[in-house]
C-alpha cells in the first residue's frame, strides 16, 4: 500500500529571497539576474497600492532584467507603463504592441530583447508574454494592447541575436506557461534558441525538459525557488550548461 507524507516548509519572503540570491552571486565572479513576471499583483499591499510600493523593493533585489506577466496590466496599461518604467533594469517583451485602433497593430511597448556582453561574450534574452492575456483575464486590463503568438516573430529575432550581434548563447524569456514553452522548445521556429526559462504556471521542473529544439526549465513561484543556470564557455562558445532548481527556505537563511 503506498503512503504519502506531507511536508510543509516556511520559504518566500523578499528578504530571504534577497539575501539568499545576495549569497549565491557572491561564490560566482559572474551572474544575471531576471524576473519573468507577476511582479505586482498578489499580496493586499499591492492592490492597496496599485503596484506602486512594490517598485522600492523590486529595485533594492538588483534585478538585471524583467519581463512583463499577464498580471502586470492588471491596473491597466498606463500604470503597466509606468510601474515597469519605474524599475531600474531593462525590460523586453517581442509580441506587446501598442494597439493603434481597429485592429492595427503599432510599436512594440518593449524592447524585444537584451543583450548580456560578458568577459567578450553575448548572451541574448529575448521575451515573450502570453497571448492569451485579453482572453484568459478582463480584457479590459489589457486594452491598448495588442498581443501575438511568439511563432509570429521568434525565427526573426533569433536570427538576429545569433547571426546579426553574433551571440553565443540565446534565451527566451517566457511567461507563456510550460505547455505552450514546451511547445515551442519542438516549433522550428525556435531553431536556434538554447533555453526557454519559462513562468506563469508556476511549474518545479528540476531538470530541464528537452524539446527538439531548446530545453525549458520554470522556477517555481512567489519567490519560494530560484532557479540557476551555469554557463561555461571556451573560445566563444557554450561547453556545458547545469541547471539546478534551488529551494529558499527561511529558517536556512
Known amino acids: 500500500m503506498g503512503e504519502w507524507r506531507v511536508c510543509f516548509q516556511k520559504s518566500w519572503g523578499y528578504a530571504n529571497l534577497h539575501t539568499f540570491i545576495q549569497q549565491e552571486r557572491a561564490k560566482v565572479e559572474n551572474s544575471f539576474l531576471i524576473d519573468t513576471g507577476d511582479m505586482f499583483q498578489g499580496s493586499m499591499l499591492s492592490v492597496k497600492t496599485e503596484g506602486e510600493a512594490m517598485v522600492p523593493i523590486l529595485n533594492a533585489m538588483s534585478y538585471d532584467l524583467y519581463l512583463p506577466g499577464n498580471w502586470e496590466v492588471v491596473y491597466y496599461k498606463k500604470s503597466m507603463q509606468d510601474l515597469l518604467g519605474s ?3 531593462p525590460k523586453v517583451c517581442a509580441n506587446m504592441y501598442h494597439d493603434l485602433g481597429n485592429g492595427q497593430k503599432g510599436e512594440l511597448i518593449f524592447p524585444p530583447y537584451y543583450i548580456w556582453r560578458v568577459n ?3 548572451i541574448g534574452f529575448l521575451g515573450y508574454n502570453d497571448h492569451l492575456v485579453p ?5 479590459n486590463y489589457s486594452e491598448g494592447i495588442i498581443f501575438t503568438k511568439p511563432e509570429e516573430n521568434v525565427a ?9 550581434e553574433k551571440c553565443a548563447f540565446v534565451a527566451i524569456v517566457s511567461h507563456i506557461g510550460l505547455s505552450q514553452e514546451i511547445a515551442l ?11 526557454i526559462l ?4 508556476h511549474e518545479r521542473v528540476r531538470k530541464p525538459i528537452q524539446g527538439k529544439f531548446a530545453k525549458v526549465v520554470q522556477p517555481g513561484a512567489f519567490g519560494s525557488f530560484l532557479g540557476k543556470l551555469e554557463l561555461t564557455f571556451e573560445k566563444g562558445k557554450v561547453v556545458n550548461d547545469s541547471y539546478e532548481l534551488m529551494d529558499v527556505l527561511s529558517d536556512e537563511i
Request: charged share 20%; aromatic share 6%; no cysteine.
Open 87 to 89: 524599475l531600474n533594469a
Open 135 to 139: 482572453n484568459r483575464q478582463s480584457p
Open 156 to 164: 526573426h529575432y533569433v536570427d538576429v541575436l545569433k547571426n546579426q
Open 185 to 195: 522548445a519542438n516549433n522550428p521556429a525556435a531553431e536556434g534558441v538554447d533555453y
Open 120 to 122: 567578450g561574450v553575448k
Open 198 to 201: 519559462g513562468a506563469d504556471t
